[in-house]
Nanobody, 124 residues
Framework: QVQLVETGGGLVQAGESLRLSCEVS????????LGWFRQAPGKRREFVAALAPVGGETTYTDSVMGRFTIAKDRSKPTLYLQMDSLTLKDTAVYYC?????????????????WGQGTQVTVSS
């Protein structure tokens, strides 16, 4: 029911910034738990960041804390991932995800809907 489309990926140098966008349609945006995940070549998909639909609680994986910020624009509706101080280890395909559960908890799994992914490549 929910459709997610990521944009904003590309090639950047280490230390630079990039903002990913995820357009959300096909449901009630304000009721979705939202998250970002990533998958590097040969690796399993890993959690990056999440945003709760009630209260706006956020949570991040340790490796991106202080560098990445998850946020949403309720008027669009769009989910964002602001990525600063990028490193080579951030290279991956990034996916946005939605969870149709009205909750005050930002969760790291249990997502029902996924975007197609957008490639982020960080060079030295």
């Amino acid at each position: 029911q929910v459709q997610l489309v990521e944009t904003g990926g590309g090639l950047v140098q280490a230390g630079e910034s990039l903002r990913l966008s995820c357009e959300v349609s096909g449901g009630t945006f304000d009721q979705y738990g939202l998250g970002w995940f990533r998958q590097a070549p040969g690796k399993r998909r890993e959690f990056v960041a999440a945003l709760a639909p009630v209260g706006g609680e956020t949570t991040y994986t340790d490796s991106v804390m202080g560098r990445f910020t998850i946020a949403k624009d309720r008027s669009k509706p769009t989910l964002y991932l602001q990525m600063d101080s990028l490193t080579l280890k951030d290279t991956a395909v990034y996916y946005c995800a939605a969870r149709n559960v009205l909750s005050s908890i930002a969760v790291r799994d249990g997502y029902d809907y996924w975007g197609q992914g957008t490639q982020v490549t960080v060079s030295s």
